[in-house]
């Protein structure tokens, strides 16, 4: 379960499993409409992820992207 880093709202996720076990993840935040989106490993580290800043119209926080 994700948290909002902008308004700490419990966000709705998404996940979808790839042939390597890995699997990419897309979390909404149904308060501010925020994105939290990355790949994670079969072992639920992160591999990458980024945050959709609604309000800015932009992503920031991006790791490995
Ligand atoms: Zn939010």
Redesign the pocket.
Known sequence: MER??????I?FGENETKRDKSYNFFNT?P????IYEGTKDKNDKVLKSRWWN?QKQQFESANNY
């Open positions: 909002c880093i902008y308004c700490n709202s966000m935040c308060t501010c409409k925020s609604s």
